[in-house]
């Protein structure tokens, strides 16, 4: 059942837990994702980041995804994420995306709101969602494409400086009038490549300022702990990819080694499924955990 992302998160929000979004550059993940949903019954998120452009076109995979979400038995949300232009994300709404994520994080906080706003009055108009980005969400050099970067807290003069200021979050969403709010407080697109050192009350005390739904970016690689505290701390969308796309990559390789030691042939289409069954069994884990399943 296709549904937007402002109904996910909203729930969310009243039962504190978070829905996952999975970024899905191909048939096999888009279908992992959702079949792992369903299994547990829970809401879900598929996502185009724009940066996978280079994997598939939006044209392409963006119909497919949004077949997908409406046959799902589960509520299903098709997202653009990182989307970085006014025509990417009008794209993705003429496709039937139910939610845009809109990032001028990287410009100032003037053209942020402006840019933003403009976004939102389009979007809702048209019954979808936006999510915009304020402050820094840092990128490894391992895997972290759909970010910025890569950007580390080395590129700050203060950790202040990268993190989510609270006063500018509460200005920020009521000048654009977001459905949600990637906010920093020190998670990396990609693979963590030394160990993350959260500010997990960041979280606390932009809710503190302004009570909407929180994203976290770079969800991938935390520990079960640390999602916990930052859910009950406010998130409530957690973009989770390369870790599922990891055990993916790290099935089809256990496969491929055993069908050598027979000495069988490979065929493709069996890779693809096996594939599609590591992504699903590690979605399934990390959509536990969000869920408090
Ligand atoms: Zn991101």
């Known amino acids: ?3 937007t992302l402002k109904e996910l998160l909203v729930d969310a929000k009243e039962k504190k837990y978070a829905v996952g979004s999975f970024n899905t550059p191909n048939l096999e993940t888009a279908s992992a994702v959702i079949a792992a949903a369903e299994e547990l019954n829970v809401p879900v998120i598929i996502a185009h980041a724009e940066v996978h452009n280079d994997l598939i076109s939006l044209n392409v995979m963006g119909p497919i995804m949004v077949q997908l979400a409406k046959q799902a038995k589960v509520p299903a949300c098709v997202h653009l994420d990182h989307g970085s232009s006014f ?3 009008v794209k993705a709404m003429h496709l039937g995306f ?3 994520m809109y990032d001028a994080s990287a410009k100032s906080f003037e053209e942020n709101v402006n840019e933003t ?8 108009s048209l019954g979808v969602s936006v999510e915009a980005e304020l402050g820094h969400i840092f990128t490894s050099s ?3 494409g759909e970010g910025r970067g890569p950007l580390g807290a080395e590129d700050f003069n203060s950790l202040d400086d990268a993190y989510t200021n609270p006063d500018l979050a509460k200005e920020f969403v009521e000048r654009t009038q977001v459905d949600a709010l990637a906010i920093a407080f020190g ?3 990609g693979v963590y490549l030394t160990k993350p050192e959260l500010d997990l009350n960041r979280i606390t005390e932009v809710k503190n300022k302004i009570d909407i739904p929180f994203v976290m970016h770079g969800g991938s690689g935390l520990s079960e702990a640390e999602f916990k505290e ?3 701390n406010g998130i409530t969308k957690i973009n989770y990819f390369t870790y599922m796309t990891m055990a993916g990559g790290k099935s089809v390789v256990d496969f491929v080694q055993d069908m050598k030691e027979k000495n069988e042939t490979v065929f493709f289409h069996d890779i693809a499924l096996v594939a599609e ?3 699903k069994e590690n979605v399934k884990e990390a959509l536990r955990v969000f869920s408090n399943r």
């Open 1 to 3: 059942m296709l549904v």
């Open 187 to 189: 998670t990396t697109h």
């Open 98 to 100: 139910t939610s845009v």
């Open 142 to 144: 391992i895997g972290g």
């Open 87 to 89: 025509d990417a994300c």
């Open 117 to 124: 706003k403009e976004i939102v009055k389009i979007a809702h």
């Open 230 to 232: 930052a859910i009950n």
């Open 277 to 279: 069954a590591g992504i």
